[in-house]
């Protein structure tokens, strides 16, 4: 990212998704104490498919021709997805809004260091290095911090 105006969009933009995130997990929650996990999991699941639909029917974005092309593991890549919103139900009421989040980010940043290593998917190869490691242990310090 060499333009600083690019550089400052794609923070918005992240902390817009952490946002998103850090709302649909206590709704989530709340949700499934009401109607059930499963149930809650489709509700959601359908509302993220519909956003979807109108996303594209209306801004586009799709590349129907590139789609036959696709690793055959990128089309369950949505089942990450229910597996994170079963985590949440399962975590939220046990452990709090808080540590589930910390959980959460320590999780992905582990994973994050991972298949950035190896460009993994087509992630730009970025080796694990002393400083991303203690990034790492910053985070699992601020996980065990927030649950006590």
Sequence with gaps: MN???ALINVIIVGLIGGIAVGLQGPMSGAMSQ????????????LGGAILSA?????????NWQAIP????PYFFAGMFGVILYFSFAYTLP?????MTSALLILAQMAIGLVIDHYGWMGA????????????????LLGATLVSR
């Design 54 to 62: 109108i996303v594209v029917i209306f801004v586009g974005g799709i």
């Design 34 to 45: 009401r109607v059930g996990p499963i149930g809650s999991s489709l509700i959601i699941h």
């Design 69 to 72: 092309s696709l690793p055959w």
């Design 3 to 5: 333009n600083l105006s």
């Design 94 to 98: 046990r452990i709090g809004v808080g």
């Design 124 to 139: 730009p190869v970025s080796p694990i290095s002393i400083s991303k490691l203690l990034g790492v242990g910053a985070i």
